[in-house]
């Protein structure tokens, strides 16, 4: 009975948090609307630049909108336990009771939710703008639902180590774009084997275990970076 308490505590808690968090980037609209501004004028300028080579705005269009797609989760990154460490949020639940995990994998969602998701709707315009191959769409969706959460799960734990830095931002970068490279070559190689005709699944299969990976470990791993930052 006590468990069971505990565990409906827990996830009326998580249930509270993400809704707090999804009230305060709704009011924040500038903020929230950055990063997807971002995202449709770099994927914009590829056409501008290129000029009318359809073929070759077609083919190079995976890696693109995934790199714009990295580069705008990057951007939103910092802010996904910052507003909370600065105004004393963050201790505030820890002193709760509340474990970090929770709160960690709370933040995580949302970040999803703001940041990730908006760029999984945009997945069809820009397919549409770059030229994408016709029958690579429902993959290149594929990919963005997959590998999105993951950016915002291993980027937590980069924010989690320099939360508490003046500049850690352009530190933040540098640690987690090694991390996002794999992410970013099986994405784009299971869009072109489509485009190609290809076996593409098996890169679907990797992302879905890199998913999982990083759903089971990021939440304790950014936890740990958190108390590391607050002690």
């Not at 808690?13 to 449709?40: H, S």
């Not at 004028?41 to 000029?51: D, K, N, T």
């Not at 703008?129 to 959460?149: K, Y």
């Not at 970013?184 to 299969?205: E, H, N, R």
């Amino acid at each position: 009975m006590n468990a069971n308490t505990a565990n409906g505590s827990m996830g009326s808690a998580f249930i509270a948090l993400v809704r707090r968090d999804l009230l305060l980037a709704f009011r924040r609209r500038t903020e929230l609307l950055f990063p997807v501004i971002f995202l449709l004028v770099v994927v914009s300028l590829f056409p501008l630049g290129i000029g009318p080579s359809m073929e070759l705005l077609a083919r190079i269009a995976p890696g693109v909108i995934w790199i714009a797609a990295l580069l705008a989760t990057v951007i939103s990154l910092d802010g996904l336990f910052r507003s909370d460490y600065e105004d004393g949020s963050l201790e505030q639940f820890v002193i709760s009771g509340h474990p970090l995990t929770l709160i960690a994998l709370a933040k995580i969602l949302t970040h999803w939710l703001v940041a990730g998701l908006p760029i999984v709707l945009l997945c069809p315009l820009l397919g549409i703008w770059m030229n994408l191959p016709e029958g690579t769409l429902g993959v290149m969706l594929a990919t963005l639902i997959i590998g999105t959460p993951i950016l915002s799960l291993i980027g937590s734990i980069g924010v989690g180590l320099t939360i508490s830095l003046k500049r850690g931002g352009q530190l933040l970068s540098l640690l987690v774009f090694p991390l996002y490279v794999p992410i970013l070559i099986i994405s784009t190689a299971a869009v072109m084997a489509a485009a190609d005709s290809l076996p593409y699944t098996q890169f679907l299969g990797l992302l879905t275990a890199g998913l999982v990976v990083s759903l089971t470990l990021a939440p304790f791993a950014a936890a740990a970076a958190l108390k590391i930052s607050l002690s």
